[in-house]
Nanobody, 123 residues
Framework: QVQLVESGGGLVQAGGSLTLSCVASGSIFRINLMGWYRQAPGKQRELVAT???????NYADSVEGRFTISRDNAKNTVYLQMNSLKPEDTAVYYC?????????????????WGQGTQVTVSS
């Protein structure tokens, strides 16, 4: 089993910044893709940013230029630096990871989610 634990959410004024962290732990052989998604009230969960182990990042158009995703592979941690926050960024932010877990036959990939952390941006 693999667990993802997020931290860093909170209340911030528009224009402010927050940094989210997500640590993966458990029976990890290799972490492939890590990323952040968010879900606002009454809306579907949407991609914010993703980063594979090898580098090229991907951002939603709505956050491009304001948010930065990064990873510390040695610590199994992914970060999301959020600058110039807007009220429309208010949502529960979820960490996601695609993880190779060892089994009797080698390894198998599974997709995991964190429990979510609330980000609220006041106008």
């Amino acid at each position: 089993q693999v667990q993802l634990v997020e931290s860093g959410g909170g209340l911030v004024q528009a224009g402010g910044s927050l940094t989210l962290s997500c640590v993966a732990s458990g029976s990890i052989f290799r972490i492939n893709l890590m990323g952040w998604y968010r879900q606002a009230p009454g809306k579907q969960r949407e991609l914010v940013a993703t980063m594979p182990s090898g580098g090229n990042t991907n951002y939603a158009d709505s956050v491009e230029g304001r948010f930065t995703i990064s990873r510390d592979n040695a610590k199994n941690t992914v970060y999301l630096q959020m600058n110039s926050l807007k009220p429309e960024d208010t949502a529960v932010y979820y960490c996601n990871a695609n993880v190779d877990v060892r089994d009797l036959y080698g390894s198998r990939s599974y997709n995991y989610w964190g429990q979510g952390t609330q980000v609220t941006v006041s106008s």
